[in-house]
């Protein structure tokens, strides 16, 4: 079983900078995907970025690409998304995953409980 606890939401103005961190544990995180997906209100969650635990190869969403950076600290157990040049727009409750990659909701199994960002304008 795959535990995973993100931290590091909160409110921002656009154009600022915010960091979330997303906590692993469990005996067979290291062999998944990692990825950050957001779900605003009256939408469905959608996929932001992932990165390979064993090699760190990333992929983004092309409305976050050039603006986020997801990376993976393995001393730490931890993946981290660096979010620059916010917009009111990527203001949503930002998950953690942990699943075979891609960009799909449904090939991540295991989910964190969700940080709230908040994005003013």
């Known amino acids: 079983q795959v535990q995973l606890v993100e931290s590091g939401g909160g409110l921002v103005q656009a154009g600022g900078s915010l960091r979330l961190s997303c906590a692993a544990s469990g005996p067979t995180f290291s062999s998944y995907a990692m990825g950050w997906f957001r779900q605003a209100p009256g939408k469905e969650r959608e996929f932001v970025a992932v990165?390979?635990?064993?090699?760190?190869?990333?992929g983004y969403a092309d409305s976050v690409k050039g603006r986020f950076t997801i990376s993976r600290d393995t001393a730490k157990n931890t993946v981290l998304l660096q979010m620059n040049s916010l917009k009111p727009e990527d203001t949503a409750v930002y998950y953690c995953?942990?699943?075979?990659?891609?960009?799909?909701?449904?090939?991540?199994?295991?989910w964190g409980q969700g940080t709230q960002v908040t994005v003013s304008s």
């Open positions: 995953a942990a699943g075979r990659g891609g960009t799909a909701v449904g090939r991540y199994a295991y």
């Open positions: 990165i390979s635990w064993s090699n760190g190869i990333t």
